[in-house]
C-alpha cells in the first residue's frame, strides 16, 4: 500500500465513467456464455467495471452476447489484459474468490464481510477487485497469492462448488446490499386505492354480522361475541384497502341474496 | 391456515427424505438447461426439494444433467405437476418471487427477510414454498395470487431481471446463510505451522536491525527510533507464523551475505 493516494481515481475508468464500484476480473475464462452471464449478473448489481485475463476465445467474443440479456454497458467497458498482475495494477484492495481452503496464510471473508470492507473503502477513493477463477479449476495459487485476501461463500461443504456467474453474482448482491437503500418490503397499496379506516372496516364488521344474525348464524347466543371476535381478527389480520372492503360489501351483499332466494 | 397441523411432515417428501427445507418450484420452465443450472445452485444451499409445473421440454431432461454439475440429488427426486395449485398444495407458507411491482396488495419481503421468516417456521415443523416463474416472463399474476407474499431481490433498479438460476441461487444462499454455521472468516493457519510467538518475532526484528545497523542503513541516529517502530509495525500487520519467520531469518540473512560481498 506503500505510496497510494486514496484520493486518486483510477487511470483507466470503465466505458461507463462509474469509478466508484468494485472492479471484477475473470481470469482465463473458457466460454463467451460464461462471461455474458457474469455480465448479467454485474448489472443487476449495478457493477460495470469487468476486466478479462486471457479470455480463451479471445475478445470481443459473440456467445457473450445473447446471455448478458442486454447488459451492453459491461461488455461494451470490458478491458483485457495479459496477466493479472497487470489486471490489478491499479487496485489496493484485491480480493481473491476460492471454495477450497488451502495451505495459504491469508485473512479469508465472506461475501457479506467483504462488502462490509469494500463499501467504505471504494467511499475514500480507493479501488478494489474481486478475482475470479476459470469456471473448471477456479483460481491458481499464484494468482490468489497475488490477493489481499480469500473471499469465500459459506455453501453446502458437500457441493460447494459454484457456477462462475453465480459467483459473481453473490458478491455484487452482497455489495448491492450494503451500498443501495431499496426498501422493497412491507405492503405496497396501489396508487388508485389506500388502507382501510376503522370506520369503513366496522360498517363492513356490522353490516356482515346483521346478516349472519338474520341468517340463523349466531343461533347459540352465548357464542356469538366469541365467533364475532374470530371473524373481525381474519379480516383484520388481512389489512384491507378501502377498494377491497367496498368489494367485499358487495360479497356479503350477494351472499345474503341467495340465501333470502334459498330462504 | 385453517386445519394447518405444523407438526405434521408433508405426506410427499423429496427423495433425499429431508424435508426440513423449503420447497422451490419452477413453473413452465422452458430450458432443460436452467433448470439444471437451477439444481445445482440449490444443492450449494443444501436444497434438495424441487418441483417443476409443465416443464416445456417434460420431465425427465437430459439436457439439464450436465448443467447441474453432479446435483443427481436434486434431479433424481424432482416431482412434476399439472398445476401450481397442486404443486403448493402441502405447503402452508409460499413465496411468489418477481421482479416486477403489481397491482395486488400483498405483503413483500427480501431474500434476507424471507430467509429469516422460512427458518423458524420450517423448524416448527412447517412447510415454505417458493415459486418461480418462467424464464422469458416471470410469473402470471394468477400463480402470484396462490401465494402468501412477494418475494423481491433488491436490485439495480434499471436492469433487475435476474436468470432464473440466479434468482435460485440467492434465495438459496440466503436461507443457508441463515440456517448454518460455518464460518469461513479469520486467518487460517496451516496444520504444520502455528502463529509465531512474541520471542520469535523479537529475535527476528533484532536480527534484521542489527545487519541494518552493519550495513549502515541507521546513519542518521535520531531517526533510528521511528524507522525500526516503522519496520516492526510492517511486520506486527502481517500476524506472520512460526514457518514464515524462519523463512524471514533466511531471507535477512540471504540480502545481509549479498551486502558482505559488495562491501
Chains 1, 2 share one sequence.
Request: hydrophobic fraction near 40%; glycine fraction near 8%.
Amino acid at each position: 500500500m506503500a505510496g497510494t493516494d486514496r484520493s486518486r481515481r483510477p487511470a483507466k475508468a470503465s466505458a461507463s465513467g462509474d469509478a466508484a464500484v468494485p472492479v471484477f476480473i475473470l481470469i482465463e475464462p473458457q466460454l463467451g456464455e460464461n462471461i455474458g452471464m457474469s455480465a448479467r449478473a454485474m448489472l443487476n448489481c449495478g457493477l460495470t467495471r469487468l476486466r478479462l485475463v486471457r479470455p480463451r476465445q479471445g475478445w470481443p467474443n459473440e456467445h457473450a452476447v445473447a446471455p448478458s440479456s442486454g447488459a451492453d454497458v459491461v461488455l461494451d467497458g470490458v478491458e483485457v489484459f495479459e496477466t493479472t498482475e497487470e489486471a490489478i495494477a491499479d487496485l489496493e484492495l484485491v480480493y481473491a474468490t476460492t471454495a477450497r481452503t488451502r495451505d495459504m496464510v491469508k485473512p479469508c471473508v465472506t461475501p457479506f464481510e467483504a462488502a462490509e470492507e469494500m463499501a467504505p473503502f471504494i467511499a475514500e477513493g480507493g479501488n478494489c477487485g474481486v478475482l475470479f477463477g476459470r469456471e473448471s479449476r477456479g483460481l491458481t495459487n499464484d494468482d490468489t497469492t497475488l490477493a489481499d485476501k480469500i473471499l469465500s461463500v459459506p455453501l453446502n461443504p458437500a457441493f460447494p462448488s459454484l457456477n462462475l456467474a453465480q459467483a459473481v453474482f453473490v458478491i455484487g448482491y452482497e455489495w448491492f446490499q450494503r451500498t443501495t437503500d431499496i426498501n422493497l418490503s412491507g405492503v405496497h397499496i396501489p396508487k388508485d386505492t389506500r388502507p382501510a379506516n376503522k370506520q369503513e372496516l366496522t360498517n363492513m364488521f356490522e353490516h356482515l354480522e346483521d346478516e349472519l344474525e338474520a341468517g340463523g348464524f349466531f343461533h347459540v347466543t352465548e357464542k356469538k361475541p366469541i365467533m364475532v371476535r374470530s371473524i373481525r381478527n381474519v379480516f383484520q389480520r388481512a389489512t384491507m384497502t378501502e377498494q377491497e372492503v367496498r368489494t367485499f360489501r358487495g360479497v356479503i351483499k350477494s351472499l345474503a341474496n341467495i340465501h333470502r332466494k334459498k330462504g
